[in-house]
């Protein structure tokens, strides 16, 4: 039998988010200024939501964050002027930035190290679920940013060597989002087809984390299988961005699918669109479309 808890309580769920790994790991922190506080992301769920579903949009809407679930955080119960509250945390990796304004609810997000954040935070429960979390396994769960070129224009009327076909200006302003998106996600490494195309997709968020763009002939168009898998082995678990062509990606898609990924989008591959890798530490885990910039 349900205790009364369970069948009275507000229920609530939020997101303990985490980029970086080691020393550079960092949690994502929200100030309320309603109550004046620092505190991890959270709000009530909406009717027919699981924790899960509300936890993942509270993120969201407090923090501009999607995020992917690596596991669960803990349970906070408190009473509250409706009645008892239940708050279940998970645990997240962010894989895109769309977008915060400051409103009433959140005014400030801030990414701080875990030693800053259990100074910053205002609550003794918020510390306390810092502690019980296993760093090291959140901070395994890394993702691949598979991106296909942004826009570059008709190839049938480019007169020069295709390879060195620019993007147009609705390109560029494709790539500037996507710079913007990605900057804050904790990627580590930027890794493009040789063709001028790619490369000048991912110029923009080199520049915004300070790495640069290395060219890698098994991300070109008309690329090997084995190219691609060789590549793909190579990068299973970091925090990297690739781009490359229409060709290229359905053929890593097929590889993924051959491991048993599971995709949570249908097949779709427009230019400057993304497919999202999840790798759980020991595999690729999920495929997640998504659709390219508005510009």
């Known amino acids: 039998m349900s205790s009364h808890l369970d069948k009275t309580a507000v229920r609530a769920s939020g997101g303990v988010v985490m980029r970086g790994s080691g020393p550079a790991a960092a949690i994502a922190l929200v100030h309320r200024p309603r109550y004046d506080d620092w505190t991890i992301p959270k709000g009530k769920d ?56 400051p409103n009433e609810e959140v005014d400030e997000v ?14 003794e429960f918020d510390r306390r679920l810092l502690v019980g ?11 691949l940013e598979f991106i296909r070129h942004a826009a570059a224009g008709d190839r049938s009327r480019w007169k020069g060597s295709d390879d060195e076909r620019p993007v147009t200006r609705k390109g560029q302003a494709q790539a500037e989002v996507i710079a913007a998106e990605l900057a804050d996600t904790g990627m580590t490494r930027i890794i493009s087809s040789p063709y001028l195309r790619c490369v000048e997709t991912v110029q923009p968020l080199a520049r915004r984390i300070d790495r640069k763009v290395e060219q890698h002939e098994a991300l070109a168009e008309g690329a090997s299988h084995k190219a691609i898998d060789a590549l793909l082995d190579e990068v299973a678990g970091s ?21 048993g990924v ?27 479309y998504l659709p390219p910039p508005e510009s």
Do not use: N
């Open 262 to 288: 599971e995709f949570l989008s249908s097949f779709a591959c427009q230019k400057g669109s993304t497919w999202s890798i999840g790798h759980d530490g020991s595999s690729f885990t999920d495929a997640l």
């Open 110 to 123: 801030r990414w701080v190290s875990l030693s800053a954040a259990a100074a910053l935070l205002t609550y």
């Open 133 to 143: 979390v296993d760093v090291a396994g959140a901070t395994a769960h890394t993702s």
């Open 239 to 259: 925090s990297t961005v690739l781009c490359s062509h229409g060709d290229v990606i359905p053929a890593a898609l097929d590889r993924f699918s051959r491991l």
């Open 46 to 101: 909406d009717p027919g939501e699981s924790a899960r579903q509300a936890a993942l949009r509270e993120v969201r809407e407090e923090t501009g964050l999607r995020c992917r679930i690596v596991g669960k955080a803990g349970t906070a119960r408190y009473d509250v002027s409706t009645g008892p509250k239940k708050v279940v945390y998970f645990v997240m990796r962010p894989f895109r930035f769309v977008g915060f304004e």
